[in-house]
Nanobody, 121 residues
Framework: QVQLVESGGGLVQAGGSLRLSCAASTSRFSINAMGWCRQHPGTQRELVAVFTSGGNTKYADSVKGRFTISRDNAKNTVFLQMNNLKPEDTAVYYC???????????????WGQGTQVTVSS
């Protein structure tokens, strides 16, 4: 079992910034890849950013150049710095953890409860 607790969501104007944080805790699970997904109202979740166990990062095309994922391996914590936010970034953001080195699976892996991000125009 893995527990993931997100923080840092909120309301921001378009063009603004937010920083999301997620702390993972586990007694048995081997945490390798960590990352973020989001869900817009009425749609399926989509992967936003992944930080692999090897230190590589991957982003959805819609956030490239605006979002940056980082990680503190010693604390099993992952961050998402979101700059130049747009109204279409409004969604619930979820933190995830996987025992896979490279990928996060929306169905198979562990996900937190989510934090709301709202971007006003």
């Amino acid at each position: 079992q893995v527990q993931l607790v997100e923080s840092g969501g909120g309301l921001v104007q378009a063009g603004g910034s937010l920083r999301l944080s997620c702390a993972a805790s586990t007694s048995r699970f081997s945490i390798n890849a960590m990352g973020w997904c989001r869900q817009h109202p009425g749609t399926q979740r989509e992967l936003v950013a992944v930080f692999t166990s090897g230190g590589n990062t991957k982003y959805a095309d819609s956030v490239k150049g605006r979002f940056t994922i980082s990680r503190d391996n010693a604390k099993n914590t992952v961050f998402l710095q979101m700059n130049n936010l747009k109204p279409e970034d409004t969604a619930v953001y979820y933190c995830g953890a996987s025992d896979d080195d490279y990928e996060l699976n929306l169905e198979r892996d562990y996900w937190g409860q989510g934090t709301q991000v709202t971007v006003s125009s």
